[in-house]
């Protein structure tokens, strides 16, 4: 598994960072990529935090979403993918600091 990290050079919405692709190199998914996370700055600015894909639909009048990459059971077991996904960050901000320096 890869991880693409696709910076937000518009600064809108504000507090996005990147988006963030998940390409699977190896198994049954191979060659097929999961997108829609997104990295995002904390309010405050203490951190950083990773939302998953989503979907969006509307119930009376009501925007809701739900997750699509959901837990089949543990509900802990998306932190080492959000992890995971944070580390690509931080490694890309690594790249893009030497690149300018």
Known sequence: MTIKITPN?????AGKLAEAE???TDGPLAGL???GF???E???G???NVTFP???YSVNGER???ALLRPIGDVTSQDHLRELILEAYAEFEEVAERATA
Request: charged share 30%.
């Open 46 to 48: 203490a951190g950083r």
């Open 9 to 13: 050079d518009k600064g809108n919405p």
């Open 22 to 24: 998940v390409q699977f």
């Open 42 to 44: 904390r309010r405050g």
């Open 64 to 66: 809701r979403s739900y």
């Open 38 to 40: 997104s990295v995002w």
């Open 54 to 56: 989503a979907r969006s």
């Open 33 to 35: 990529k999961l997108i």
